[in-house]
Nanobody, 126 residues
Framework: QVQLVESGGGLVQAGGSLRLSCAAS????????MGWFRQAPGKERDFVAA????????PYADSVKGRFTISRDNAKNTIYLQMNRLKLEDTAVYYC???????????????????WGKGTLVTVSS
């Protein structure tokens, strides 16, 4: 069992930056592909970014490429999402996800996800 706890959400002006963190419990964190998803009000939950176990593969949604960066620190059991040049349409609840057997590319198509966090709200204002 893995527990995921997101933090770092908040209110930010358009064009600004935020860094989200997701802390995972357990001693096998490095065995999981990890990812970020988001759900805007009235919409379905969508893929944002994922990172492989080694950190060498990092697929992104087209809408965030060049603005968001996912990273992981296996020594701290934590992944991060650095979000720059935020837009109004980035407003959403951001969820952390873990996949025990799936690859980062699988997470990009919403497959192989075993665990979810409870989310952290990001609000981008004009």
């Amino acid at each position: 069992q893995v527990q995921l706890v997101e933090s770092g959400g908040g209110l930010v002006q358009a064009g600004g930056s935020l860094r989200l963190s997701c802390a995972a419990s357990g001693r096998t964190f490095r065995h999981y592909a990890m990812g970020w998803f988001r759900q805007a009000p009235g919409k379905e939950r969508d893929f944002v970014a994922a990172i492989s176990r080694s950190g060498s593969s990092t697929p992104y949604a087209d809408s965030v490429k060049g603005r968001f960066t996912i990273s992981r620190d296996n020594a701290k059991n934590t992944i991060y999402l650095q979000m720059n040049r935020l837009k109004l349409e980035d407003t959403a609840v951001y969820y952390c996800a873990a996949a025990q057997r799936g690859a980062a590319q699988d997470m990009a198509v919403n497959r192989g996800i075993d665990y979810w966090g409870k989310g952290t709200l990001v609000t981008v204002s004009s």
